[in-house]
């Protein structure tokens, strides 16, 4: 009798497994796009900071920012990340996000670090946002930025 009722629960997985349908759907195109300033300017500020270019990192920010993150910011921001983080290596726009007026534009950076004995190393992913936007419509401008 338990052998009748394992042999018709197997029968009835069986045929109720062959029914579902399995598809693969395209990812959504992405409509959000941002200007070729805006991108340049993101980009510009990431790259200042992987180069430990403090002074050019400051000089992209707008003038209020400019007085609250010195260079002296940049450089104990980039060392604490450093510190947790290691070396970064490379970096990759991913998508800009919508959220109009403001362009907040996601790139990962990946850095490298190696163990305490320095007998092995590893390599960590990490989000930079950088959000940007145009002043009067015109100039573009960063807003915020932060790694997450």
């Known amino acids: 009798m338990k052998k009748q009722m394992m042999f018709c629960a197997a029968v009835l997985m069986l045929l109720t497994s062959g029914c579902v349908v399995v598809r ?8 959000v ?4 300033e805006e991108y340049t300017l993101a980009r510009e500020l990431l790259v200042a900071f992987v180069k430990n270019d ?10 209020e920012t400019r007085s609250k993150f010195t260079e002296e910011t940049f450089a104990a921001t980039r ?3 450093l510190d947790s ?3 970064p290596v490379s970096y990759t726009y991913l998508a800009t996000l ?7 534009q996601l790139w990962k950076v990946t850095f490298r670090r190696q163990n305490v004995n320095r007998t092995k190393e590893f390599t960590s992913e990490i989000l ?3 959000v940007t936007g145009k002043l009067d419509k015109k100039q573009a401008v960063i807003t915020g930025f932060h790694f997450l």
């Open 54 to 63: 403090g002074k050019k990192f400051v000089s992209l920010l707008p003038e």
């Open 128 to 130: 930079f946002k950088v």
């Open 24 to 31: 693969e759907y395209a990812p959504a195109k992405e409509t």
């Open 79 to 81: 060392k604490s990340v």
């Open 33 to 36: 796009q941002v200007s070729k």
């Open 98 to 104: 919508k959220l109009e007026p403001l362009h907040p």
């Open 85 to 87: 983080m290691g070396e």
